[in-house]
């Protein structure tokens, strides 16, 4: 029994990290401009299908990943230009439903490009489980985590090691203060965007030779990737991690003893729990208002 436990809650925790990495475009984005891309499950999904038909053209897979990623900077920061900035410029909340039809034209651009079938995504790295610890687990679930711990850690460097990355840092504080300081707080949230695409493309690559291709392989997993943003807090990346973890395991350990069924329930009871009690989020931080 207690192997059993143990091997759900790692299988569970890997597929975490997926959510994770999704809720941490959402935070990338709500630090500088306090706007989500509400169609960040759509770049996730025709990042994939892209990287796909690079693999189909006989593109190397280690070349294949470095063109998928470029591919999500370039959506995510045609999501910026085409359905935020404007709003954000008139101070509006037109972002929301802005975002809602970029993904929507995503999903039906996909369909009439790829089909509506699942498709298999073709990797060297291996399925076969090998025991650890006396779990079994695949080196294709390691190379999710790795793919996960990776690009966060290459990120949160930059954010803290260049000057890009500072500007990025005082916009998240006050945009306001970093305009009188002279950065550009609209190329900053471009560049957070970008960077948003990015994780989306690298979630995709990572998550399809698990789950296949599809244009509905997304759906469930941005919803689960919010409940994790919003029960962590849109401003913790750390947070988004553990969270992840824990949703992952969780949603392992519902399937296994209450039963499939059951599976998106965790999510969902998280997040009416993180909204009805603290709704900035476990490692959000407190809103203090002036009177």
Do not use: C, H
């Not at 985590?145 to 000057?163: D, N, P, Q, S």
């Not at 399809?208 to 244009?215: D, E, K, N």
């Not at 689960?224 to 949603?251: H, R, T, W």
């Not at 499939?260 to 900035?280: F, K, Q």
């Amino acid at each position: 029994m207690n192997q059993a436990l143990m091997q759900m809650t790692v299988s569970g925790a890997l597929m975490g990290l997926v959510y994770a990495l999704v809720a941490y475009g959402f935070q990338l984005t709500y630090a500088t401009s306090k706007s989500i891309n509400f169609g960040q499950g759509e770049l996730v999904m025709v990042s994939a299908f892209f990287s796909l038909t690079l693999t189909d053209l006989g593109l190397p897979y280690y070349l294949m990943i470095p063109g998928g990623l470029l591919f999500g900077v370039v959506a995510g920061l045609f999501v910026e230009r085409a359905g935020v900035r404007l709003a954000l410029e008139q101070k509006s909340e037109g972002w929301i439903l802005m975002t809602i039809i970029l993904g929507l034209f995503g999903f039906s651009a996909a369909e009439n490009i790829w089909g509506r079938d699942d498709r298999p995504f073709p990797t060297p790295i291996s399925s076969d489980p090998i025991q650890l610890f006396g779990i079994s687990i695949t080196p294709l679930e390691i190379s999710v985590a790795v793919g996960v711990f990776m690009i966060m850690a290459v990120i949160e460097l930059f954010k803290r090691k260049t000057l890009l990355g500072k500007a990025f840092e005082a916009v998240s504080a006050d945009r306001d203060a970093a305009e009188l300081m002279g950065i550009s707080a609209t190329r900053t949230i471009m560049l957070s965007y970008g960077l948003s695409g990015l994780v989306a493309a690298l979630a995709g690559i990572l998550i399809s030779p698990i789950t296949t291709v599809g244009p509905t392989m997304a759906s469930a997993l941005v919803l689960k990737a919010f409940s994790v943003a919003v029960v962590a807090g849109l401003e913790s990346g750390f947070g988004v991690v553990i969270v992840g973890l824990f949703l992952g395991s969780l949603e392992s350990l519902t399937s296994y003893y209450v039963g499939s069924g059951w599976r998106e329930a965790p999510g969902l009871v998280l997040l009416i729990l993180a909204l009805a009690v603290r709704p900035t989020g476990i490692f959000g931080k407190g809103v203090i208002r002036k009177v």
